[in-house]
Each structure stands twice: as C-alpha cells, then as structure tokens.
C-alpha cells in the first residue's frame, strides 16, 4: 500500500527549486540521489505489467531507483541480505552495542565524511575486538556486524554505528568456544576509553599527513594549534558506547537486522504531511520517557531536503561492514570451527536453493500470484490488454 505521502513527493514539488537555489553547492552524488528518488517507480525508469493467474485482474508495476538512499528501494534489499546472513547466526545470544561520536568530532565528520565515517568503523571494530581477546574480559576472538548511521529521529547529523555481536567467541587457541555471561558482553566503560583513545590518536594523524578539510566556520581548524583547542574538551569526556541487553534468539536478531542494515535518514511511514511548503513528520525525542517521546516535527520543504541529502554518502562507501569471526573469505571457515565446537549442526545455506521467493505483491482482488506478461521501455506506456473493457486493472504502488 502506497504510503499517503512519500518523499518522492517532496523531492518532485520541492526538488527543482531546491536545485536551482543550491546550484553549485550540491554534489554529484547528491543530484543522483535525488533524481533516483524522484523516477523510482514511475515510467521513467520503465517496467512491466503483471497479470493474475487466478482471476485476471492486471496492474502495471514500475521498476525501482534500488538507490541505497531511497525509503522505497530497502524492502528487496533487506530481503535478500537477510537470506544470505541468516545462514551466518549461531546458537547463542547476541549483543547490540552502539559507537557514537561526540558533537565536536561530527561537525569534522560532516566535511569529512568518507574518512572520518571509515576511522569510526576501524576504532570501533578495533576497540571491540581488542577488548574481548583480553584474557581479563573475554579472551577470545568475536564476530561482527557493523552498521552505519549518521542521522538523529529528526534527520540531523549524528554519526555512530550499530554493531550485532554473538555473545562469545572462539578461544585465541582455537581449540574451544567462550561463552560470555548471560547479560553482559563487555564493559563498556573500558570500551569507550580505548575507542576515544583510538579515534582521537588516528584523527590527528589524518589532520596532520593533511588529509582533513576545513570550510567556512571550520576552517580556522586548518591550524594544528586551534584543531588540538577543538578536541581538548572531548579528550576528558566520557565517549558513548551503548550496550543493550541480548536478544532472545535468532529470529530477534534477524527481525532488528531487517530493521537497522537497510535503513535511511527517514522512511515514509513517518511522513505525516505535506503541504508544497511544510513537511510534518514524526520523529523520537530520547530526552523523554515513555509516550512523550514520540513528538512531530514540521519543517520547510527546503530544510527537510537539506536535512535528508546530508546524509547522502560517498561514492562506493560501504555502510554495513563485517570484522573478526565474520570478516572475508575466512568467515565461513571461522564459522564452521565455532559451530563445531558449539557442537551445532549447519543451517541449510539458503543460497543454495532452487526455490527463490517471490516478492511481488499478491493480486489485491483474490490474493492470487502474478505473473509479468509484459514489458516496457523508460517512458512509455504498457498497451492496454485485448479485451480491457471486461478486464480489471490497478497500478502497483
């Protein structure tokens, strides 16, 4: 069903004004994002026509954008690399930490974001991982499933990254798994120490082998003097790393990962309104408690574009990385040793079935599976079937 406003409708009405006033200053990966959004799903990205096999009723169907930043395009995306990961789960509980930047360290992120955004990845997953293999916590080698956000409920910049971590790991012998306590994964105290140390060691570096760019307010951090004043208050300031109890199960994980993996600035359930000018939208306040959370927003259909463009990453930057147990082409084999001494069977691979699951919306009128019966060029038409006075006909959202 097709949400009663979407952000395509924004990027239609609003878009070509926003383009002209802010020519110049919009990146090229910005206009594709938007341009994507814009003719997802409509003849300019052509399409096919699906049929009942049951009752006849037909629609046209219109391809997809599958841009990474449109909310229409995650659903398949998500789908299909749930199959994949689904036969990488353990039989154990799994973990949900949380790295966040601190305010100071995103507005350097915000001008700098393929490198800072890949030094938050490597400091957190370093972290992590050298905190486990420490005989005094863990002292084994875990996996990882790290997830990048950059966005707040309200679409402005807050960088940090969501990891899904088993509850355990394989001793650094090999020679057996080390199950963690029941509620408790590491201490996140120790955690966050070692993680700003990292991160604010290997950003000097950056700044000094001059890889760091400074514009507008930020380019008096151009000096090594004025850059190290900048950081001085977050070098004493507790750095949050969050860690959520365990999930209950495999199928809990796999529920949040369909969540979290695929997810952009705003999806367009949350879309309340819009009114060519305004755009009303919901969104969480996490300085509240309870029913008070959940406020709405409303802001100029401009802000609300440069809000979701901010978050537009950079060319061939990967969102969802993985490290130890489930990095590269050791996975499968880190894998198949921890189920072994986990003393598990494997799942079926899912990827090796002949059967592949077929998201095409059922037909609306008797729940039957459609089949394409025809296709069609970017910017055209399906002709109409032979008999279409006695035929039904819908357009698929």
């Not at 963690?180 to 700044?207: E, I, Y």
């Not at 890889?211 to 507008?216: A, H, N, S, T």
Request: aromatic share 8%; net charge positive; proline share 5%.
């Amino acid at each position: 069903m097709r949400a009663s406003v979407e952000v395509a409708d924004i990027f239609r009405t609003a878009g070509p004004a926003y383009r002209t006033a802010h020519a110049g200053h919009l990146s090229l990966a910005q206009l594709k994002v938007m341009s994507a959004i814009e003719n997802c799903r409509t003849a300019a990205l052509a399409g096919h026509v699906e049929a009942c096999e049951n009752c006849g009723q037909w629609r046209i169907a219109y391809n997809s954008c599958r841009n990474r930043h449109c909310p229409k395009c995650q659903g398949a995306a998500a789908r299909t690399w749930l199959g994949e990961r689904e036969a990488d789960l353990l039989p154990v509980g799994y973990f949900h930490v949380v790295f966040t930047l601190p305010a100071e360290i995103a507005d350097i992120a915000f001008q700098n974001k393929a490198l800072v955004y890949d030094l938050l990845f490597k400091a957190a997953s370093e972290t992590m991982l050298t905190i486990a293999a420490d005989p005094k916590h863990l002292g084994a080698r875990i996996g990882i499933t790290a997830v990048l956000h950059t966005w707040g409920s309200a679409m402005t910049h807050h960088p940090h990254v969501h990891m899904i971590v088993p509850g355990g790991g394989i001793a650094l012998s090999g020679s057996r798994w080390i199950s963690s306590r029941t509620a408790f994964l590491l201490p996140v105290r120790v955690l966050g120490k070692l993680f700003r140390r990292l991160f604010l060691t290997r950003l000097l570096a950056l700044r000094d082998a001059g890889r760091l760019g400074f514009f507008g307010t930020m380019a008096h951090l151009t000096e090594r003097r004025t850059f190290l004043r900048h950081l001085a208050p977050v070098r004493g300031k507790r750095w949050v790393v969050y860690a959520k109890a365990p999930f209950a199960g495999p199928e809990a994980v796999l529920a949040y990962l369909s969540r979290y993996t695929h997810r952009v600035a705003i999806s367009n359930s949350r879309l309340i309104a819009f009114d060519q000018d305004r755009v009303t939208f919901r969104y969480k306040d996490y300085r509240r408690d309870g029913t008070d959370r959940q406020q709405i927003m409303m802001l100029a259909a401009d802000e609300f574009i440069r809000r979701f463009l901010m978050h537009v990453l950079p060319r061939s930057f990967h969102r969802m990385r993985h490290y130890g147990l489930l990095a590269g082409s050791a996975r499968k084999a880190n894998l198949a040793l921890a189920r072994e001494l986990l003393d598990v069977a494997a799942p079926p691979d899912p990827r090796d079935s002949d059967k592949l699951e077929d998201f095409r919306p059922p037909c609306r009128c008797c729940g039957g599976r459609m089949i394409i019966i025809e296709t069609f060029e970017r910017c055209r038409q399906p002709r109409a079937p032979p008999d279409a006075s006695s035929t039904n006909r819908e357009t698929a959202p």
